[in-house]
């Protein structure tokens, strides 16, 4: 569990191509923490390919896929 008093975002707008670690990944890490707040994540890209918006279905933090140009 994260330090009690810590101060979270209550939205995460996530990339899925980022240079250190994916949007996957991150939402696999992120999935596991044990976070008493709801926190809302919208995933942006510029290409969401068909498989990669149903997949997202599989996570439950995520509201919402956002397109940029």
Not at 6 to 19: G, R
Request: charged share 35%; proline share 6%.
């Amino acid at each position: 569990m994260l330090k009690a008093k810590k101060s979270l975002p209550e939205v995460i707008f996530l990339d899925l191509n980022m240079p250190v670690i994916d949007g996957w990944e991150f939402l696999d890490e992120f999935a596991k923490l044990d976070i008493p707040e709801k926190i809302d994540i919208y995933v942006v890209g510029s290409s969401l390919d068909i498989r990669d918006k149903e997949k997202l279905k599989e996570y439950d933090m995520v509201i919402n896929m956002i397109s940029k140009p």
